[in-house]
């Protein structure tokens, strides 16, 4: 069975401020695929960034980056220089990388809120 | 805008009564999910299409749901006798190959 936790449930920060959002995953497939969501007040899911589990290269893009662990399990998501518009409920999630079995796994969300 | 968009935006029913959402899915993809997001949850898979063929059903759902993809474009989601427990977030996601799911708007189901 697959689990994604996010221990996190709430993140508050000053704007301009780094913060870093945990997440820690365990499944048995031995190809997966790890996620991040964001979703903000209006409520609708934006795809973040999809990793592949053979590809531990960390990924930056803007001021977003990630940070792939196999040895511990985790996909932890680090924002730089944060804005009030990053203020969002972010979710980590986890499938397996064969056909027919792709549904996402998600875990419960850390709700992230900027502080002006 | 071609992005997944599901109808209605809202609903709001009595308990026992039936009700059906549809989910358009971006284009090109040929993969359609459903799940149910509650408050201060991640969403939960429901079920999931390849084309028109419903792969896999979650073993949480109730028989009062059920799900088609008739021409392996649309899918509408059938939920019978609502309960108040069933009142959640409905979300489809669809996807191409590369298993990038993206969602839609959602459908707020409130039983009265």
Same mark, same amino acid.
């Given at each position: ?6 221990? =996190?449930? %709430? @993140? &508050? ?17 031995? !190809? ?24 531990? =290269?960390? %990924? @930056? &893009? ?17 924002? !730089? ?36 | ?112």
């Amino acid at each position: 069975a697959q689990k994604v936790t996010q221990a =996190q449930t %709430e @993140i &508050s920060v000053v704007e301009k401020e780094d913060v870093t959002l945990d997440c820690v995953y365990e499944t048995r497939d031995t !190809t997966y695929y790890l996620f991040w969501y964001k979703q903000p007040p209006s409520g609708e899911l934006v795809f973040l960034i999809r990793r592949n589990s053979f590809d531990e =290269q960390n %990924e @930056i &893009s803007g001021r977003y980056s990630w940070n792939f662990q196999k040895s511990t399990s985790s996909f932890n998501f680090t924002i !730089t220089a944060s804005q009030v518009v990053d203020s969002a409920v972010y979710f980590c999630a986890l499938s397996a990388a064969n056909f027919g079995n792709e549904k996402l796994t998600f875990g419960t969300g850390t709700r992230l809120t900027i502080i002006p | 805008d071609t992005g997944v968009s599901q109808d209605p935006r809202h609903k709001i029913t009595k308990r026992g009564q039936n009700v059906t959402f549809r989910c358009d899915p971006i284009s090109e993809h040929n993969r359609l999910y459903w799940y149910r997001q509650t408050l201060g949850q991640g969403p939960e898979f429901l079920t999931y299409f390849q084309n028109e063929a419903q792969l896999e059903k979650s073993r949480l759902l109730s028989d009062r749901f059920s799900a088609e993809r008739p021409k392996g474009s649309f899918s509408t989601l059938e939920i019978q006798r609502t309960e108040q427990g069933d009142s959640a977030m409905y979300l489809c996601a669809s996807s191409g190959l590369a298993n990038e799911q993206f969602f839609g708007p959602g459908t707020r189901l409130t039983v009265l």
